[in-house]
């Protein structure tokens, strides 16, 4: 009976410890666990992005109070973890998203991620810059993904303006359980919702309005924007 007892134990533990094998292999081989991740899975390391801002901001289009000097930046891109939030339309501005539509402050914008949300070296987040672009050209940034480092989001202030500023927030590069090869997206302009005014040069105090979508004056020629005023290529690179 001794010996009955003792065979059917060790069989039990060998169960549990080919189980345990069997689960860490299936983890080993970087495929999504049985619960999955919020964005389905990602089955690789890492990966890196290029993003290549155009613009087409002209005095053709936008003929009302055009600004001499108009420029885009300073450019950010950031690879972020889905719980990171950088803006969104419809919310209130952080005070670090403020502090960059008002005057372009980028260390000010870290900054405030850092205190919020970790430092960069914890993997929930990382920022690169590109400088400034012209109303009609184009600059490329990179920015790497990792399991924990899922989401991008740009930016590109407009100068001179109040807080408006092109953006793409929180873009998911995991399509299933497969990263996404590439994607086009057209910007348009977005109130920040710090600073009231509906001219480039303008100041007429602060607001605490949600961040929105924007096609008021001076935009346009009269009417809503149709063609967008700057564009962002997301495209994998290895």
């Known amino acids: 009976m001794y010996t009955s007892i003792m065979n059917k134990l060790f069989k039990l533990s060998y169960l549990v410890i080919l189980s345990?094998?069997?689960?860490c292999g299936s983890d080993?081989?970087?495929g999504p666990d049985g619960?999955?991740?919020p964005d389905g899975g990602l089955p690789e390391a890492s990966a890196t992005y290029s993003l290549d801002f155009t613009t087409n901001f002209t005095q053709a289009n936008n003929p009302q109070d055009y600004p001499a000097n108009a420029s885009f930046g300073t450019i950010i891109a950031i690879a972020h973890a889905p719980e990171v939030s950088v803006?969104?339309?419809?919310?209130?501005?952080?005070d670090g998203m403020a502090l960059y539509a008002q005057s372009g402050?980028?260390?000010?914008?870290?900054a405030f991620i850092s205190t919020s949300l970790g430092e960069e070296g914890d993997g929930l987040f990382s920022i690169t810059t590109a400088g400034m672009v012209g109303p009609e050209s184009s600059a490329s940034t990179s920015v790497s993904v990792t399991p924990t480092r899922t989401r991008i989001t740009f930016l590109a202030?407009?100068?001179p303006s109040?807080?408006?500023?092109l953006g793409v927030s929180s873009f998911n590069i995991v399509d299933g359980e497969t990263l996404?090869?590439?994607e086009e997206i057209e910007l348009r302009p977005i109130d920040a919702g710090v600073v009231l005014g509906d001219t480039y040069e303008a100041n007429d105090g602060s607001e605490n309005a949600a961040v929105s979508l924007y096609d008021g004056a001076p935009f346009g020629n009269g009417d809503p924007l149709s063609e967008p005023i700057g564009n962002l290529v997301i495209e994998r690179t290895n």
Do not use: C, E
């Not at 402050?105 to 870290?110: F, P, T």
């Not at 109040?162 to 500023?165: L, R």
């Open 105 to 110: 402050d980028v260390d000010g914008l870290a």
């Open 162 to 165: 109040p807080d408006w500023f």
């Open 157 to 159: 202030r407009l100068n």
């Open 180 to 182: 996404i090869d590439l």
């Open 87 to 94: 803006y969104s339309l419809g919310q209130i501005a952080s």
């Open 20 to 23: 345990f094998f069997i689960s």
């Open 35 to 37: 619960g999955g991740t």
């Open 28 to 30: 080993d081989d970087g």
